[in-house]
């Protein structure tokens, strides 16, 4: 793993966290008094299983597709988490930036994976 791989291992996994802490704490609320303490473990799983699927996508000897897929998840991961933070600067409400901020790192996730295709197949002509 070189230093790209490490910072989009911790941009996975910090996004995931953020996004389903958020989305359960939200979702449980009106059910749940103290939601944030099944909303905090539910983000720690989550967190954990998208970093281990980011290093075990950028494993040595990994198929292309596989490393394209992670390269689109840590693209996503770091426009989430760069929306969260424009969210944070302004009062728009957790639901909100956190909806906004997921769209942001799908749109981004699709344009990374195409242009990880194109290089792909640019390579092999």
Do not use: H, K
């Amino acid at each position: 793993m070189n230093l790209r791989s490490i910072g989009r291992l911790i941009a996975a996994s910090l996004a995931t966290f953020l996004v389903v802490t958020v989305a359960v704490t939200e979702l449980l609320q009106s059910r749940i008094e103290f939601s944030l303490l099944v909303g905090i473990p539910a983000g720690l799983v989550a967190g954990v299983v998208a970093g281990g699927v980011v290093v075990w996508s950028f494993a040595d000897g990994a198929p292309e597709r596989r490393r394209r897929i992670a390269s689109a998840f840590g693209a996503f991961a770091i426009a989430v988490l760069i929306a969260i933070i424009a969210g944070l600067l302004l009062p728009v409400g957790a639901v909100l930036t956190i909806a906004v901020s997921t769209v942001v790192g799908l749109l981004t996730a699709i344009g990374v994976y195409s242009r990880d295709c194109d290089r792909a197949r640019a390579r092999q002509t």
